[in-house]
Structure formats: structure tokens, C-alpha cells
């Protein structure tokens, strides 16, 4: 059974940081590129940061660039999120998923984990 459960969240100030965690299991983790996906209240889902599948390489949407750090750890099958200086706007339920922020179809999805900044 393939799944990605993501831990993580809260509710946070702004300013302040939160790392989410994705524990991936039942597929060759390692052999895909991973994102992490958010998607607000009232809006579509967005991709905010991805990486490789060897972690060499890692993508951010420009509104998270120098704030957000994407890493994995591939021996235990993880993905992090590393989020710094949260601001309101990046209140939102964030997933994690198989493929690439270029990726149209997703063969792997995780549940969600809210994250809320508000003060």
C-alpha cells in the first residue's frame, strides 16, 4: 500500500517556522521526484517547492524563494520542509506529492497537514 503521510503543522505566528515532514512508504521513494503541494481556502492547489530524486536539484515558487527549503532523505524514505518567516498568505493545507513542480498527473498523493500564521 503506497502511502505518504505528511506531520507538521500548526498554527504559527507570522514570523515564525514550522517544519513538515512526509514519511513515504509502499513505492520506490528514491526513484521520484518529489513536491510539496498547498492549496488556501477558496483557492487551487499550487506547488510551492520540489526536489529531485536525488536531491541534487530543488525548484521554489517565487513567493517562498530564500524563505522555504525543500530537502529528503532518501535512506528513510522522508521529505522536509523546512518554512521560515511565515506570513499569512502562506496559510494554506500543504501535501505532498510524487513528481516534479512540471508534473501534470501525480501518481502519489499524502493527506494534507495545516498550516495556519496568524497572530
Known amino acids: 500500500e503506497v502511502r505518504l503521510v505528511e506531520s507538521g503543522g500548526g498554527m504559527v505566528q507570522p514570523g515564525g517556522s514550522l517544519r513538515l515532514s512526509c514519511a513515504a512508504s509502499?513505492?520506490?521513494?528514491?526513484?521520484?521526484?518529489m513536491t510539496w503541494v498547498r492549496q488556501a481556502p477558496g483557492k487551487g492547489p499550487e506547488w510551492v517547492s520540489a526536489?529531485?530524486?536525488?536531491?541534487?536539484?530543488?525548484y521554489y515558487k517565487d513567493s517562498v524563494k530564500g524563505r522555504f527549503t525543500v530537502s529528503r532523505d532518501n535512506a528513510n524514505n522522508t521529505l522536509y520542509l523546512q518554512m521560515n518567516s511565515l506570513k499569512p498568505e502562506d496559510t494554506a493545507l500543504y501535501y505532498c506529492?510524487?513528481?516534479?513542480?512540471?508534473?501534470?498527473?501525480?501518481?502519489?498523493w499524502g493527506q494534507g497537514t495545516q498550516v495556519t500564521v496568524s497572530s
Open positions: 509502499g513505492f520506490p521513494f528514491s526513484s521520484y521526484d
Open positions: 526536489i529531485n530524486r536525488g536531491g541534487g536539484s530543488t
Open positions: 506529492a510524487s513528481g516534479n513542480y512540471y508534473s501534470v498527473d501525480r501518481d502519489y
